[in-house]
């Protein structure tokens, strides 16, 4: 594991950023590529899915895990792993076994639990601290709606439901309060393919402000948080990630920004829109849809993206024949390159890898790659991961050449937003000749 220098961090600092709150700016240069910060997470919990293929400890990738001998639910690399793991695992051991099936704490409560844990037994500023105090995570609570309270009730209810044993509470507002930082600066940890890992908090990160044009992304070596440049960054430039996936237009992005962080995004995208026209592109057609009609099909198209977000973990043959009417509706006016068509092309291929037909999902995702070039920024990990699929589905379909070609596109982008170094990089560079 990588700590980063226990003496502070070297070469960005902490800075009021006009009209933004705090932000965090660079001291030096950054050449794409540069390792900008590496923060460990403060507290983090692996998806429950992923149980037995990761470590619970430090998010290893590892074949031969060892289970916890008393729920046989969490697995660790070794005897180090489990007894460090040992005071967050314990909230949850005989509580998983106690319930059995009803364990169904969200991801959410559970990271909430081990994080009231660790503030009580941990005292002293963390290595994930060293420019911001978790306690000092923003909140936003002024800014809750009615929805969003109700939802953060129900979570602290099922925190003293399944952790009532084992768990020393904080008073109601406490809990109110931790819940919406967590709501606010939650990081998801993925693997290489996008694939969900579980949930972290890395108070340092939580910094970093939010542009459609970002200059560093964040990527997840185990349980470490890194962010790379992948623009070079002068002294005096602000730091920007994005928090979003950038593949939609505007006025959708900027209403995620508001429904989940609270502010309206003023990037030179968002000011200039620059990629909309392409992004929602019309089909050529020999009478030109009426504007009312496109307008009724992006209406479609955006309702489609929510219910697919709330049906995320449904992945049937059912879903593909939902996606493929959808495609067939939207396809009349929308011309291929439109991102609700790509949209509902990746759940398509996503439904194709569950259900292992592999040349469908290989012909999905060569109709997208395309256009994610052009609407994603160079270094992105939506358009790394697509290269690592397909690559991955024509090795598996005897297309070797075709694979090598598309392995190698992924390795491009991934040298520099996972850096040489990473597991996920040296993995492929073994499989590419
Ligand atoms: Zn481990
Ligand atoms: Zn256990
Ligand atoms: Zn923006």
Same mark, same amino acid.
């Given at each position: 594991?990588?700590v ?11 800075f ?6 705090? &932000? ?8 794409? &590529?540069?390792?900008?910060? /590496? ?12 149980? &037995? ?8 990738r ?8 008393q ?25 998983? @076994? ?9 991801e ?13 037994t ?22 809750? =709606?009615?929805?969003k ?11 003293h439901?399944?952790?009532s ?5 904080p ?35 939580? !910094? ?10 964040i ?52 000011s ?25 099909? !992006? ?25 493929? !009417?959808?495609?067939?509706? +939207? ?12 949209? +509902? +092309? ?5 439904? @194709?890898?569950? +259900? ?27 358009? /790394? ?18 694979g ?14 996972? &850096?040489? =170094? ?12």
């Amino acid at each position: 594991m990588i700590v980063p220098d226990p003496d502070g961090i070297e070469g960005i600092e902490q800075f009021q950023s006009p009209g933004k709150g705090r &932000g965090l700016r660079a001291c030096r240069n950054f050449t794409i &590529g540069d390792l900008v910060l /590496a923060c460990p997470a403060y507290s983090c919990a692996l998806s429950a899915a992923e149980r &037995g293929a990761y470590c619970d400890c430090c998010f290893s990738r590892n074949k031969s895990l060892s289970k916890c001998g008393q729920c046989k639910k969490a697995f660790y690399c070794n005897m180090h792993c489990q007894r460090r793991d040992w005071p967050m695992h314990k909230l949850e051991c005989s509580a998983m @076994c106690a319930y059995g099936e009803k364990w169904s704490p969200s991801e959410t409560v559970r990271l909430a639990a081990r994080i009231t844990a660790k503030k009580k037994t941990q005292l002293e500023k963390t290595l994930s601290e060293k420019l911001l105090l978790v306690s000092d995570l923003e909140a936003n609570l002024d800014k809750l =709606d009615n929805e969003k309270k109700e939802m953060i009730e129900a979570d602290i209810a099922a925190l003293h439901h399944f952790y009532s044993k084992h768990l020393e509470f904080p008073d109601h507002a406490s809990l109110i309060m931790l819940f919406a930082q967590v709501n606010c600066n939650g990081f998801t940890i993925e693997d290489e393919e996008l694939s969900h890992l579980g949930s972290a908090i890395f108070p340092d990160v939580s !910094l970093v402000n939010h542009s459609c044009c970002p200059n560093v992304i964040i990527t997840y070596r185990g349980i470490v948080a890194e962010v790379r440049a992948i623009r070079d960054i002068s002294p005096g430039e602000e730091i920007f990630t994005s928090y979003i996936d950038l593949l939609y237009p505007t006025e959708d992005r900027i209403q995620r920004l508001r429904d989940s962080y609270y502010f309206t995004c003023e990037c030179t995208e968002c000011s200039t829109k620059a990629k909309d026209k392409a992004k929602m592109k019309i089909r050529k057609l020999s009478t030109p849809p009426k504007p009312e009609v496109i307008e009724d099909m !992006l209406r479609y198209g955006r309702n489609a993206i929510e219910d697919f977000r709330r049906a995320k973990h449904t992945k049937n043959i059912l879903l593909l024949s939902i996606c493929e !009417l959808s495609l067939d509706k +939207m396809g009349s006016v929308f011309d291929d390159t439109n991102v609700y068509m790509l949209h +509902m +092309m990746y759940q398509a291929m996503g439904v @194709c890898l569950f +259900m292992e037909d592999w040349e469908g999902a290989l012909s999905y995702g060569e109709r997208i790659i395309g256009p994610y070039r052009v609407y994603y920024p160079s270094y992105s990990l939506n358009v /790394a991961s697509m290269y690592l699929k397909l690559g991955r589905l024509c090795l598996g379909l005897d297309k070797e050449s075709q694979g090598m070609k598309y392995l190698k596109k992924a390795m491009a982008i991934m040298e520099v937003v996972f &850096g040489k =170094d990473h597991p996920y990089f040296t993995e492929i560079q073994k499989e590419v000749k």
